[in-house]
């Protein structure tokens, strides 16, 4: 699937409450989602992530394509006791134009 990164900016509209990302952005409710391709699971210091993110950090859990789409899927499938209370994005097509949009801010 190939997603198309302006869709994803209209999609990532049911993250904005708590996810901020781009120039400037800055920890919400949730991290800021700048370079998140490549990045560590539960990295951004300063943010008090959950036990179970904590633990996927521990465990080396990188944020690749196939993972971050699970987890956009349903968070809580990937990473029992997510902090993360976001139902999932159900629609594959959907979940790749949002991936689109953050690798606008990622080197990855
Ligand atoms: C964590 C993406 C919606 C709150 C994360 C992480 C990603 C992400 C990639 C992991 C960050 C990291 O490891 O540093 C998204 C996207 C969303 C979305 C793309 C929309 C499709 C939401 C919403 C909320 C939220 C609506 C609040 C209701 C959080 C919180 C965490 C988190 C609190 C930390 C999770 C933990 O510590 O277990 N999100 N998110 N997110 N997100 Fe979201």
């Known amino acids: 699937l190939i997603g198309d ?3 994803g ?8 409450g708590c996810h901020q990302v781009g120039p400037g952005a800055e920890n919400r409710v949730g991290p800021h989602l700048n370079g998140i391709f490549g990045r560590r699971a539960g990295s951004i210091e300063g943010f008090d992530y959950s036990d179970g993110m904590d633990r ?3 465990d080396g859990m990188v944020w690749t394509i196939e993972r971050l789409d699970a987890y956009l ?7 029992s006791g ?3 209370s976001f139902r999932g994005i ?6 790749h134009d949002v991936m ?8 990855s």
């Not at 900016?9 to 993250?15: N, S, T, V, W």
């Not at 899927?73 to 990473?79: D, I, M």
């Not at 159900?90 to 979940?95: H, M, S, T, W, Y």
């Not at 949009?101 to 990622?106: E, G, M, T």
């Open 73 to 79: 899927e349903n968070p809580r499938a990937l990473v």
């Open 82 to 84: 997510t902090r993360m």
């Open 100 to 107: 689109a949009y953050l690798r606008r801010y990622s080197a």
């Open 5 to 7: 990164a302006s869709r």
């Open 90 to 95: 159900k629609d594959a097509q959907e979940r």
């Open 56 to 58: 996927a950090h521990a």
């Open 9 to 16: 900016e209209e999609a990532f509209r049911q993250c904005r």
